[in-house]
């Protein structure tokens, strides 16, 4: 079960009043970080290729915060133009960006390692990563002028180390941090010696639990699984770090390989 402590709306914290961007936030996990992002009194934008997915989470974290500015737009992220005009979109109607949250998942695997459907590896480069490149390439200097800035990825614990019949997804998850760790190079390179503007990190789950999952399965322990709201939790808290602090690493919510 979640371990969170509930906090009340609009506490004060570093993410009262600041604007961050959610992609792929119509799944379980996009819905419970909507939630505690509304929660921590932050503007939320939420980005999801399904509208219906979307509109769920959006809807929910508005009722469940009354007062809170949390909006959805349907977006393709695997177009650059598209992401985009998407982060022009949250300038023109909020005049900032102080996160990007990516959430856009996915997952294919096989038996065997000789098994692999390089199908697979095709649809996974696109979810897992050409959505990266997009997002990093569309917020970088938005978040980079925001001054506490983050660029968050959630990735797996299989991308440090590989199964043979998950060659394709954690060949993609790896892939997907080195960029964002090519990007939190960017973010230091462009502080120069000045305090840095944005930080981008990676939180590592070996694998995401809600309570959908546990009625569907009663009895079942889910070892190592990290909860959808303790994630959003830790995700939060990462606006409450120094900066410097965050930016370029992992934040393991599960046992390291």
């Not at 769920?56 to 393709?76: F, M, S, W």
């Not at 959505?131 to 440090?160: I, K």
């Not at 009663?218 to 939060?236: M, Q, Y």
Request: glycine letters at 12%.
């Amino acid at each position: 079960m979640s371990t969170t402590t509930p906090r009340g709306p609009g506490d004060g914290g570093p993410l009262d009043g600041a604007v961050v961007a959610v992609a792929g936030a119509g799944g379980a996990a996009g819905h419970a970080v909507l939630l505690r992002l509304a929660q921590a009194g932050a503007t939320v934008v939420a980005a999801d290729a399904d509208p219906q997915r979307l509109a769920a989470g959006v809807d929910a974290a508005r009722y469940a915060h009354g007062g809170a500015t949390v909006v959805g737009d349907t977006v393709d992220l695997l177009h650059l133009a598209a992401t985009r005009e998407w982060t022009a979109k949250i300038l023109k109607d909020f005049g900032r960006v102080d996160g990007l949250v990516h959430l856009v998942g996915g997952w294919r695997g096989s038996a065997t390692f000789a098994e692999t459907d390089l199908a697979d590896w095709d649809l996974l480069h696109d979810l897992l990563l050409r959505t990266v490149q997009h997002t990093s390439l569309a917020f970088e200097a938005p978040l980079a002028r925001a001054g506490n800035g983050r660029y968050v990825l959630v990735s797996a614990a299989g991308a440090a180390r590989p199964t043979a019949g998950n060659a394709a997804y954690a060949a993609a998850k790896a892939a997907a941090e080195a960029w964002t760790l090519a990007l939190a190079d960017g973010f230091r390179k462009t502080a120069d010696a000045g305090p840095l503007g944005a930080a981008a990190t990676i939180v590592v789950v070996k694998a995401l639990v809600n309570d959908a999952m546990r009625a569907e399965r009663p009895g079942h322990r889910f070892a190592g699984f990290t909860d959808v709201r303790d994630l959003a939790e830790s995700i939060c808290q990462l606006w409450s770090k120094p900066t410097e602090e965050v930016n370029g690493t992992r934040l393991w919510l599960t046992r390291q390989p």
